[in-house]
Structures are given as structure tokens and as C-alpha cells.
Nanobody, 115 residues
């Protein structure tokens, strides 16, 4: 059974940085894309960043220029480097891997940006 384990969340001050990691427990075949979503209290879950199997990336307008998504295919791991964090970035962040057959989701990790 494939599991996605997230790490790297926590409390950070505005302007600070965090690096989220999401590692699959085993090899996942036929990956179309990897991505990060977030959900703040009272808000809908939204796509933050994604990277396709070909290496193309896209970002939500609110994070473009501040966040960077990357991957390590050998480890089936996706990262989200978050810089210049703002209180508005506070949310539970979920990683996602989309394959030919299904989507896999991480358990979520809390990111809190507060002074």
C-alpha cells in the first residue's frame, strides 16, 4: 500500500521560510503530476503548485515568485520551498500525486505564519 508522508510544517514568522517534503513509501508508476494543495479555515481547498511528469510547473498567483515546487523522481518525493511567508499562507498543506489510475494524498501538515 502506497502512503504519502508529509513533513516540514510548523510555526514561522512572517517573512520566514519553510520547506515541505512529501515522500511516497514505495515506487509509484505512471505519475502524471505532483502537487501541493492547501486549505485554510473557512476556505476551499486550492491548488498551490504543481509539477508535471515532463517538468512543467504552475503556481497559484498568490504564491508565484515566493514558492518553488521540485521533485526527486528516484525517491518519489515532492518538495515545496516556501519563502517570504505571509500570514495569508496559513493553512493545512496537502501533497498530491496524480497517476493514471488514481490520486494519492498526504495526511496534511499545518503551516502557521504568525508573529
Amino acid at each position: 500500500q502506497v502512503q504519502l508522508v508529509e513533513s516540514g510544517g510548523g510555526l514561522v514568522q512572517p517573512g520566514g521560510s519553510l520547506r515541505l517534503s512529501c515522500a511516497a513509501s514505495g515506487t509509484i508508476f505512471s505519475i502524471y503530476a505532483m502537487g501541493w494543495y492547501r486549505q485554510a479555515p473557512g476556505k476551499q481547498r486550492e491548488l498551490v503548485a504543481a509539477i508535471t511528469s515532463g517538468g512543467s510547473t504552475n503556481y497559484a498567483d498568490s504564491v508565484r515568485g515566493r514558492f518553488t515546487i521540485s521533485r526527486d523522481n528516484a525517491k518519489n518525493t515532492v518538495y515545496l520551498q516556501m519563502n517570504s511567508l505571509k500570514p495569508e499562507d496559513t493553512a493545512v498543506y496537502y501533497c498530491n500525486i496524480r497517476t493514471r489510475g488514481r490520486d494519492y494524498w498526504g495526511q496534511g501538515t499545518q503551516v502557521t505564519v504568525s508573529s
